[in-house]
């Protein structure tokens, strides 16, 4: 391994993600966060828990059955803004707090061009649509903090761990050091800037490895900070068809993008210090990329009363580009027993290995479902849906290294990873729709077991099942529709907020996810 790629690993290292896992496990994190979809479409699907598979007449049919566009008989334009919000319960070193949080935005933009009807041929209609929907939003907060009595247990600890195992000398860090521009080669060197990490020897000519710290024995008010931001979304393009009345079938061509961004903020205060008032580190991540997939369709009326319908979603093969950026701070008490005066109190960390091309591959999914209309569809319906995703499938690859074995060892390392952390689930969903008049009253429940096949930050696999709960109305006449939807999920997570070797010193955060999205639809027919 190129001593460029191991500042790398140490960087993604510090990222609030796996507990005592490395940089491969990120990038299967990172694949798996960017595939982990909620619920989609309109509000009308999203109040009947997300079900996709054997409904038609909405807007949503372009991202779940395209083959429910044929059963449009009149064209639509119809928008949807989405405003979701957090109100996550978070655990750390024996305190609970809470964070709150809240994030507009367009969930859905959709427009339907309904084909006029051929009551001569078998093929009675047919409907093509563009549409725009988010398939994720990663928006996300969680603020965390607690008084960690553990001596070992310091993020400072981190920087002298691997200041000592790559045996820098003091030169080697002081090179590497800028004050003046405020910036460090790597982390090392920033740290050692800040008085983080010191040699054992503190005379003039130094003495390199072991490095110590500062304030070592003190307890510490430890906080962490993790926002996050950004959307899976698509464009998709879909065209169906109608045979007989009967079997409806349908297929669209999705051009997808990733924006996905975060913010880690951790910071430790020793108590009753005698060099430092606080000291910490900012990760910045960046993620954006473009891909592609398709879906093909069907939907089939056993009866007037029953129809069954079914789909599949290739992976979408996407590239992404990664910026990190990583800044190390310190502030000092005045006066403060080392008598240090520092030339900076933040460095950023400008390696070039921060910024890094990949490309993804998310699940292939397939649903089947149901639906019966009650009344001959007059009074409502019942409708469900068994989602099949295959997380398994998920892989990771790069070209970004020169030495064409390191691609390899890295695509492995992620498909390995895959392999063993994850597995692949069947998600559960199930809604009914009333009418009366022009009124529809509507509620949905949809059941996502945990993909993981292990524990993970000290979270069992099996808390981190979702569970999704909606609801919501709508009315509609020959001339337009309003629906308003409301859904309520959660699930249980954790990160770390920094890795050292020892399990006993590495403190690990719990969090109670609750997250609720309000969705108004409306559109007009023409």
Known sequence: MNKQFFFSVALVLLSPLAFGQGAAFDYADDAFRYSDFGQTGTARFRALGGNHAALGG???NLFGNAAGLAFYNRSELSISPTFTSVNNQNSFLGQQTNSTGGKLSIGQLGLILAGKSDRGGRWRRTAFGVTYSQSANFFDYT???????????????????????AQYS?????????????????????????????????GTNGSGPPYTRFDATKQKDQRATLSRSGAHSQWSIAYAGNLDDKLYIGGS?????????????FLESPINGTVFSNYGQTNNLSVKGNGINATLGLIYKLSSDLQIGATVVTPTFSSANEAFTQTLSAVTLSPNSANITLKANSVDVLDPSNNFQYSLQTPLRASGGATYFLGKGKIGFLTATAEYVGYQGMRVRTSAFTNQQDNVDFRNDVKGFVQETYQNVVNLRAGAEIRAGFLRLRAGVGYMPSPYKIALDRVAKTDRDKLQLSAGLGVRNDRFFADLSGTYMTYKSGFTPFQLPNDVDTPTLATTNKSTNVMLSFGVFF
């Open 170 to 202: 003091e030169a080697e860090l002081s090179d590497g050091f800028f004050p003046g521009d405020r910036s460090a080669d790597f982390r090392e060197a920033a740290a050692y800037g800040l008085f983080l990490i010191n040699p054992t020897d503190l």
């Open 58 to 60: 909405d807007a949503s």
């Open 143 to 165: 603020n965390a903090r607690g008084l960690n009595n553990n001596p070992n247990s310091s993020i400072a600890q981190t920087y002298a761990n691997a200041a000592n195992s």
């Open 253 to 265: 061509i999705a051009l997808t993008r990733l924006n996905y961004s975060s913010e880690y903020i």
